[in-house]
């Protein structure tokens, strides 16, 4: 993968980078890559990111579409240089190294900060009327929680009642959607990983968004449980709640907002069981199971709350307990 794609240096050059040095930078999850581009010194701006999103396993359109949505919003998603979407080409600012996860590995002291910037975030965020974008239904909550039925139980060779599965989920998120009447923009994958620090968090320094391209119009809860039921990093529990009051003073939320997110939590939570285990089976990136306990652990506190009774039942009847207290990272 130290290849140079086809196409980049054709691209980079009508772009006017030409002259620019190329440094390929290590992806994730996904088929897209990224590169620093870094011109000599005196020409602004003298780095940007290229992103390679290329078809037909991506399409870079709704990336620029939010990002564009996002801006004029006032919120600060990177600046677009240029782009070519037939081959997945995308110029934009360069938001520098400073990932909040990792800049927290390097300056722990600062957490508090960090969430704090993040949480404000979210909060002016929600401030916003939705944007125009598809919904957060059912189906779409059903369809990701059922990648744990999938994915998961299959890799453990654990049969278990599918169609009870959603029922119960469709029991219990019916209330939910009924509290969904003030939709919010949702992110979808709103962490550590995905917010770049543009300044040291004391001082108020505005945050970067990165990854938005899945934006849905759903329950502000969702990103919130992204940030504070982190799949990559530890949250200590106090810091949770910390956030949660600090999110729901400035918001003020919906009386039953706890119990949504209690709901979002385990449906999301479920979900990345899904992709983790589904990341391991079919693409061969077995790294991703290491996270499984803790994505588990937090979906095991969310069903303990009464909202999720339908749900928690179906866990006790379907999942061995043995499975579940060793937080169910035991594929192989």
Request: charge should be negative; include cysteine; proline fraction near 8%.
């Amino acid at each position: 993968m130290n290849e140079l794609p086809d196409g980049l240096t054709e691209f980079v050059a009508s772009a006017g980078w030409g002259d620019a040095g190329i440094e390929p930078i290590p992806g994730d999850a996904s088929f897209r890559r990224y590169f620093r581009l870094r011109r000599p010194s005196g020409a602004l701006p003298q780095t940007a990111m290229l992103m390679h999103a290329p078809p037909p396993e991506e399409d870079p359109s709704e990336f620029l579409r939010v990002g564009q949505w996002l801006r004029e919003q006032g919120m600060r998603a990177p600046e677009i240089y240029a782009n070519r979407s037939d081959g997945g080409w995308v110029l934009l600012e360069d938001f520098g190294d400073d990932r909040m996860r990792d800049w927290l590995d390097v300056h722990p002291d600062a957490e508090t900060q960090a969430y704090e910037g993040a949480i404000d975030a979210l909060v002016e965020l929600h401030q916003r009327q939705a944007g125009p974008f598809a919904p957060y239904d059912i189906p779409t909550y059903l369809r990701e929680a059922a990648l744990l039925t999938e994915w998961y139980c299959p890799a453990l060779g654990l049969t278990v009642d599918g169609p009870g599965y959603e029922a119960a989920w469709r029991e219990a998120l019916g209330t939910l959607i009924a509290r969904q009447s003030r939709p919010v923009t949702v992110l979808r994958d709103y962490h550590a990983e995905n917010i770049m620090l543009l300044g040291d968090p004391a001082t108020h320094a505005p945050q970067g968004l990165i990854d938005f391209q899945d934006a849905l119009v759903g329950h502000p809860a969702y990103d919130l449980v992204s940030l504070l039921q982190d799949a990559r990093r530890d949250v200590a529990l106090e810091l949770e709640t910390a956030m949660l009051e600090r999110y729901t003073e400035r918001a003020q939320p919906d009386v039953d907002f706890l119990a949504d997110y209690a709901l979002l939590g385990a449906q999301r939570n479920a979900k990345i069981v899904g992709i983790f285990t589904r990341l391991y089976k079919r693409d061969g990136k077995p790294r991703y199971l290491d996270m499984i306990p803790r994505v588990w652990a937090a979906m095991e506190r969310d069903l303990q709350h009464p909202a999720l009774e339908p749900v928690a039942n179906w866990f006790a009847a379907n999942i061995p307990d043995e499975l579940r207290q060793s937080g169910g990272g035991a594929i192989t």
